[in-house]
């Protein structure tokens, strides 16, 4: 099945302007999930089970996994054709995948998320059957040959730590801290030279808690092996867990 503009898939023409970009001149990774999560929304919203549908519930939805494989990023001044569509269900999970491709129709990165349904009141899961016929499935196109995968963290050799306190500019409308920005504190672990040496091939990320505005979180790095480092981001406080990030990189 080819994808196309329809019910069960968006697909958008992307230009790839300066403010999405990174010191390189390549689209940022942040930046990239910025723009997953805005077709996210666009395509969940045509279709009835967007932002506003499920507030009017006392609903909203909440990322839990995703996982992209990035054969190469687009650079400044490029054009990219990026597609999402809902890709089906597990368990509690509503899982929607994406592609990124170039003008010449190569595919530059594939992704696959879980997201979940969470009650405003209690913030607890819900299952997503109410909306689920509303929801165009094409489980028979997927973007990844996985789901995202809970990480498995093990131990390894400390590579970086430092200390941020999220400001109200790292807030969403859900009151929270944004998923893009656990990547971005994520990937500033990097030291400079070794961002410049290296690039990310494949990124995963499991959101585990809600972090909030000034609550002081430690993002301590670590290398596992020789190609995969993982970010674990804690909120000092209480020690919670708020995200797992792991990341495999290669030489450039």
């Known amino acids: 099945m080819e994808p196309n503009n329809s019910n069960e898939f968006l697909v958008k023409k992307v230009p790839i302007t300066s403010y999405f970009t990174d010191l390189r001149g390549e689209l940022s990774i942040p930046s990239l999930f910025l723009l997953f999560q805005e077709v996210a929304w666009e395509h969940a919203s045509i279709n009835g089970f967007g932002y506003n549908d499920l507030d009017n519930q006392g609903l909203f939805w909440v990322l839990s996994r995703i996982h992209a494989e990035i054969h190469k990023m687009p650079k400044w001044t490029d054009s990219i054709t990026l597609t999402t569509w809902p890709s089906g269900t597990e368990g509690a999970f509503a899982l929607r995948d994406f592609t990124v491709d170039s003008e010449d129709n190569k595919r530059l990165i594939s992704a696959t998320s ?110 596992t092996d020789k190609r995969t480092l993982i970010s674990e981001i804690t909120r000092d406080s209480d020690k919670r867990k708020l995200c797992t990030v792991q990341f495999s990189i290669e030489s450039k």
């Open 114 to 223: 879980s997201w979940l349904i969470v009650d405003i009141e209690s913030r607890r899961p819900k299952r997503p059957n109410t909306f689920k016929e509303r929801m165009p499935l094409c489980e028979s196109f997927r973007a990844t040959e996985d789901n995202a995968q809970k990480i498995k963290v093990s131990s390894g050799t400390p590579f970086s730590n430092y200390k941020i306190i999220p400001r109200i500019a790292d807030i969403d409308v859900n009151g929270h801290i944004n998923n893009t920005k656990y990547i971005e504190w994520a990937i500033n672990s990097f030291p400079m030279d070794f961002y410049l040496k290296n690039r990310i091939c494949e990124l995963s990320i499991n959101y585990l808690a809600e972090g909030f505005c000034d609550e002081m979180c430690s993002i301590i790095t670590t290398k």
